[in-house]
């Protein structure tokens, strides 16, 4: 058995054990009594906590977002554009930490969370040129030629942003971004196991000289987010998390009338055709299929083989993830790190035992010992002979398992594809890119990627059926913070 635990904690880490909420420009002592430990998945390590803010701390927050609103949206768009950038700036500063402490929260490997800072700031930077569509008139006449409307885009209001444990930094700046660029102040609320690495992402907005109010940072449990979203404060949701708590975030969105945008859990499929090269597959085929651990939504966790070629690839799928390391995610070169709870470890294992339980045969991994006396760590795991109906198949797993099914025709595959309530990601492999492209439009999904996944921030990331509702970068982005007015009035 290997241990973690001799690890030393890095001294770059700024925060551990805290007691302050950010609202109005500073740090304040919260007033609620709980508490939320931070632990490290690959050690079991507890080695930190957050307060659980209480209602009046929300309160506090929300009331300051408000006041912050009137001045932040009067700026004009090139102005809050510069704060942007200089935003962004601060992020790169703090990179080193932002990447150890999103490590230290939730397992995923340095190589992934390396690459945070650094993102997070070119979409802050992808928002800040958008300056310009903020600023240029939208003049459309009247059929009749008697007068025309002007069209304007008023910031929404005060948001909430509630981010997901997975990718703490990102998908946290791909709300704050747009919402600070339409001219919206926010309340964040960080997910319960990552609670600290967003802290990063505050000093930074502090640094680049960000109006007091105009960000806003809580934490606190599952049920500190309901009363977020239901504060009356608030104009505007944005989450990102489970298809359950969106569904419920759905509803009492609904019931307010309040505008949302859900990004929400995803079972993407690698549609692999007969003319695919294997080689240029192996070598995206973590990246696509299990990018950070398993943990992330749009991946292919599917993949869809032609008969003729399965053996052969899922020989090479299982000599690939077996081959990748897995082990100590603060070292450069491990591939698959801990799950990031062990309530998610469990979740994954009973995945894996549903997957034997109904006849699927796991050619890598399975419900065997992770070879770690410490740690919420999953071998894994390949499944071959997996049929539609099987649990693996359908429901999302959130961990580093992949299932292999067959297909005998290509409109069997699409409709493979197809035979899922979401609609996310997805990927197609061949060799002739136009035959790719065309058959993209017959995928049910948000996004297809030809021969690798990534996402664009300049193209909308946006999910069908389960999978949620609104989208996420590019301008449809940043018109999910903004709302319409139309003026009308004479021509002379």
């Not at 999103?102 to 992934?112: D, L, M, R």
């Not at 949302?260 to 696509?288: F, N, W």
């Not at 991994?365 to 071998?379: I, L, N, P, T």
Request: aromatic share 6%.
């Amino acid at each position: 058995m290997t241990s973690l635990l001799s690890i030393p904690l890095t001294a770059n880490l700024p925060y551990r054990h805290i007691d302050d909420v950010f609202i109005d420009g500073q740090w304040q002592v919260a007033t609620g009594t709980g508490r939320t430990l931070v632990t490290n998945p690959a050690t079991e390590e507890v080695w930190g906590s957050v307060p659980q803010a209480s209602v009046a701390d929300l309160d506090q927050a929300v009331a300051a977002a408000r006041r912050a609103f009137g001045g932040w949206r009067d700026l004009a768009p090139t102005a809050r554009a510069g704060f942007l950038l200089r935003l962004a700036d601060e992020v790169e500063k703090r990179a080193e930490a932002i990447s150890h402490t999103n490590t230290w929260e939730n397992g995923s490997p340095v190589a992934e969370s390396g690459r945070a800072a650094g993102n997070a700031a070119s979409i802050f930077r992808y928002f800040a040129s958008l300056a310009g569509l903020l600023e240029t008139a939208d003049i459309r006449p009247f059929p009749d030629g008697s007068g025309e409307t002007v069209v304007r885009q008023d910031p929404i209001g005060v948001c909430a942003l509630i981010a997901p444990w997975n990718f703490p930094i990102n998908l946290v700046v791909a709300k704050l971004a747009p919402a600070l660029m339409a001219g919206c102040t926010v309340v964040i609320k960080p997910a319960s196991p990552t609670p600290l690495s967003v802290r990063l992402i505050i000093d930074a907005a502090r640094a680049a000289g960000l109006p007091a109010g105009v960000v806003n940072l809580v934490t606190g449990p599952g049920s500190f987010g309901d009363a977020l979203v239901r504060h009356p404060g608030i104009d505007k949701v944005a989450f990102t998390g489970s298809t359950p708590v969106g569904r419920s975030i759905a509803g009492t969105c609904g019931q307010l009338l309040r505008p949302v945008t859900l990004e929400l859990g995803g079972k993407s499929s690698a549609l692999v055709l007969p003319d695919a090269d294997l080689d240029s597959l192996s070598k995206v085929l973590i990246r696509t299929c299990l990018r950070n651990t398993g943990q992330t939504c749009y991946i292919s966790t599917r993949i869809l083989a032609p008969v003729e070629r399965y053996a052969e690839l899922v020989d090479m799928v299982t000599a690939t993830i077996a081959a990748a390391k897995q082990g100590d995610p603060m070292q450069p070169d491990t591939v698959f790190g801990p799950a990031a709870t062990r309530a998610q470890e469990q979740t994954v294992r009973e995945y894996i035992r549903s997957g034997v339980a109904e006849g699927a045969r796991a050619t890598t991994g399975g419900d065997v010992a992770s070879g770690f006396d410490q740690g919420f760590f999953v071998k894994p795991t390949v499944f071959a002979d997996v049929t539609p109906g099987m649990r693996i198949a359908r429901e999302e797993i959130f961990g580093p398992v992949l299932s292999i099914l067959r297909y005998n025709s290509l409109d069997e595959g699409v409709a493979l594809a197809n035979n899922t309530s979401f609609g996310l990601g997805g990927t197609i492999f061949s060799e002739d890119p136009d035959r790719a492209f065309a058959l993209a439009g017959r995928l049910d999904t948000g996004s297809v990627g030809l021969g690798f996944f990534a996402s664009n921030h300049a193209a909308p990331f946006a999910g069908r059926h389960d999978s949620g509702l609104g989208a996420e970068f590019g301008p449809e982005g940043l018109k999910a913070y903004l709302v319409p007015q139309s003026v009308h009035r004479r021509i002379r």
